[in-house]
């Protein structure tokens, strides 16, 4: 990889690297050195960038294996493991913050999100740092929730939460509230409000309005990032510590198309 420089973006999260080229190779030196940064800042810009889609596979790959992704009339053809989010004027972005993939056992470590086609005003990508989050908790609550675990599944992003129905995408799968970083060993905040089915102890009625209740209280500005997108950004977001959202403000006949990668992680723990 090319030299390059780092700017920070934010004062709680956020880091560009510029200069970077990321359709050249990327050795191994250099891709511990941008795993440590995305698990210390939580967030990576790379500007400027030119990528085919086998260019951008081969980049993903300094934060970990592609993943395939859920949907596959989403996925890019030939490229399963590149996923198009197209958006459209009148069409809906994921406006409520979510990390992704909770419903999995391993869930991705980051996502990747490459701009390729973007309109004048840019629209944008919201990130908010949840070990910033968690620690800004009383102590008391801080404790609490980490006696917490999450029942996940696909099946509550479609508002289905009767147990009857549980699970229809496959096994539930339960991760803790907090977790352990495998990189810097921090702690965060870790859950997905609409891919959780429910709290363990709470109903799932419960566990909605308490999900969302703690997203009010700790989703600040003070440890938000806000991307405006520009036409060739990679963005790389660590989902282990943050949750994310999309903005819809497309003016008529504008769309936005992002290229998007989710790599392995690990299994979520609390250490």
């Known amino acids: 990889m090319t030299l390059y420089t780092l700017m920070p973006l934010h004062g709680s999260l956020g880091l560009a690297v510029i200069g970077a080229d990321l359709s050249a190779p990327i050795d191994e030196e250099t891709k511990e050195t941008l795993s440590r940064l995305l698990a210390d800042h939580l967030v990576l810009v790379f500007p400027d960038q030119s990528l085919t889609p086998d260019q951008y596979l081969t980049a993903a790959q300094a934060f970990g294996p592609p993943m395939p992704q859920h949907v596959s009339q989403y996925q890019m053809p030939g490229y399963p493991d590149i996923g198009l989010v197209r958006q459209r004027n009148g069409e809906q972005a994921t406006e409520s913050w979510h990390t992704d993939q909770t419903n999995r056992e391993r869930p991705p470590a980051a996502t ?3 701009g390729v086609e973007i309109p004048p005003a840019g629209a944008g990508t919201s990130v908010a740092n949840m070990r910033a989050a968690y620690w800004a908790l009383p102590e008391e609550e801080r404790r609490h929730l980490e006696t917490l675990r999450t029942v996940n599944s696909l099946d ?5 939460t009767a147990p009857e129905n549980f699970a229809r995408s496959g096994a539930l799968v339960t991760h803790p509230m907090v977790r352990t970083h495998p990189v810097n060993r921090a702690r965060a905040v870790y859950f997905h409000p609409t891919e959780t089915m ?4 709470m109903t799932p009625e419960a566990s ?4 969302a209740g703690l997203v009010e209280r700790m989703i600040q500005p003070d440890i938000v990032y806000h991307h405006s997108w520009v036409k060739g950004d990679v963005l790389v977001i660590d989902n282990r510590a943050t949750l994310y959202h999309a903005h819809d403000v497309l003016d008529d006949g504008e769309s936005r198309v992002l290229w998007r990668i989710i790599v392995e992680g690990d299994r979520p723990t609390l250490v």
Do not use: I, N, Q, W
């Open 198 to 201: 429910y709290v363990e102890g």
């Open 112 to 114: 990747m999100l490459y």
């Open 208 to 211: 909605k309005v308490y999900l």
């Open 156 to 160: 509550a992003e479609r508002g289905d």
